[in-house]
């Protein structure tokens, strides 16, 4: 059904997708599809989060403030890309039980789980994914949803700096 | 229109709103809610940034710290209640041009900027608004948007601490 969705989504357009048409294409009929999803918000929101989904660990950089950089540029990247925008979207929108929602903070904390992991096998010291997710993940998703403003390096990096004890909290200017 | 729209919700329920419906009640024909808001997502997305609209100053309680922490408790209930989350969806999501995301944003954003000039005419040090936001509104916003977990007092509280330079960034648990 997913594959059907992306298939479409790529041939005919977002705004062309409707139940009956990803029925026809993934070889189902329309009430399976209703059955299961309710609607054509939930199926996109359900597709949304599985785009989401990281495929594969963050790179290793050799230290947790460089792997943090580094992880923090590819997710201003991704979720400010017209893709990843339209995919959280779709994934709060068709989602009135909030479960896509917190599916998509969950891969967040577990990528950055997996950097503290690592860190901490190094010997350093590392600051727990509730902060990270407060200090990084979070103005970087305001932003993109709230605020269209400054996602750079300099940016991202200034929030790695503060959720490690290296720099204030007072924003860059 | 806002009027009509917020009628018919108390009188029907939100899955009961249509456009003709909403038409009729406001004495228009529905082509001309057509022209002006495209289609039904986009008029309640401005009805939601309306009702968003703070109705007042925020409160004077004699110093910062007390007014930004009187400031994120009332924010952290006002968007995290039930008519709080559906008008931030609604405003998120009729608007693929981001204009009323902006202007939720630019509400608490003006609202921030009230208390800090009210500080620095007390003679107080008084942190710029996007530090404000990142350190204070964004991870509220996070939590509610992603992440249902703890908005009590002492959250908001160690958040307002964080923005003020008195407690690090470490999540309290």
Redesign the interface.
Known sequence: MHQAVRDLEAELGRDALTVPLIAARAGVTPSTVYRRWGDLRELLSDVAVERLRPDAPPADHGSLRADLEAWAVQFAEEMSSTAGRTYI?DA??GDPE?GN??R??DYAAEQLKALGVRAAGRGEAV??V??L???V???L???I????SDLSVAYTDH?VG??L?RS????PR
């Open positions: 979207r709060l929108l909030q929602a917190a998509c903070s600051p727990d509730e902060t997710l407060d200090v993940v979070a103005p998703m305001y932003r949803l709230f605020r269209p929030l503060v959720a004890g204030a909290p007072l924003s």
